[in-house]
């Protein structure tokens, strides 16, 4: 399988406080985009970074890319009990298929 | 409003029957997504279509079906041969055929078979 991997599984933080998922690809990618999921919801797109991007920030995120060893990581900035849901890597190796990660879940607790 | 729109919301299926999943999107968007999603496991790909009238299987095509007969339109078949089809149903679409592109997801349908 070409399915990426987050890590951590789970994760569970304070309002406030910053929050780090990572993720790890096994192909080369043409780019990596993070999704966000609130439970039972279709997945929202945050951030796309492209191979040739070592770092990319959007308001209170900030995505990094290491293409030499196949890893992402997203950090989430002063956390808000709203961004507690799922996290999602997703990479598109080549032409239209994307593979999506296992998922973070984040728990931000007020 | 924009979007994708995917019904019924909440599904249920007795073993042995087929059934359709609608997908609906009015983003004028060429390409279109059909994912699974069981719990712990991420998002798997059962077909993709970046065309009408064409469609390519995914990972797990096994037991489904889909069509593409118009451009807003890509309905996804569960058919009796799905062994376990109970599972969250997402459809997404990008606006070109490229990686580039976001995907834009709908609310998703859960498949519950009884």
């Known amino acids: 399988s070409q399915q990426g991997e987050e890590d951590p599984q789970a994760l569970s933080i304070q309002e406030g406080e910053n929050a780090t998922m990572n993720c790890s690809y096994k192909?080369?990618?043409?780019?990596l985009q993070w999704y966000r999921q609130n439970s039972g919801r279709g997945l929202v797109h945050l951030i796309l970074?492209?191979?040739?991007?070592r770092e990319k920030h959007s308001g209170r995120l900030r995505v990094t890319l290491d293409t030499s060893k196949k890893s992402s990581s997203l950090l989430i900035t002063a956390s808000r009990a709203a961004d507690t849901a799922s996290y999602f890597c997703?990479?598109?190796?080549?032409?239209?298929?994307?593979?999506f990660g296992t998922g973070t879940s984040l728990t931000v607790i007020p | 409003d924009g979007g994708i729109t995917q019904s019924p919301k909440y599904l249920f299926r007795k073993e042995g029957q087929n059934v359709t999943l609608s997908c609906e999107q009015n983003?004028?968007?060429?390409?279109m997504y059909w994912y699974r999603q069981d719990p712990g496991q991420g998002l798997r790909l059962i077909y993709y279509?970046?065309?009408?009238?064409?469609?390519q299987k995914g990972d797990i095509a096994e037991g489904y079906s889909v069509s593409r007969e118009k451009k807003e339109s890509f309905p996804l078949t569960v058919t009796s041969a799905q062994k376990n089809p109970t599972a969250f149903y997402l459809c997404?679409?990008?606006?070109?055929?490229?990686?580039?592109?976001?995907?834009?997801f709908g609310p998703g349908t859960r498949l519950t078979v009884l």
């Open positions: 279509s970046q065309i009408v009238n064409d469609f």
């Open positions: 997404a679409s990008t606006q070109r055929r490229s990686s580039y592109n976001e995907q834009f």
């Open positions: 983003l004028n968007h060429d390409a």
């Open positions: 997703a990479t598109a190796p080549s032409g239209n298929q994307f593979y």
């Open positions: 970074i492209r191979s040739n991007e």
């Open positions: 192909t080369s990618i043409n780019n």
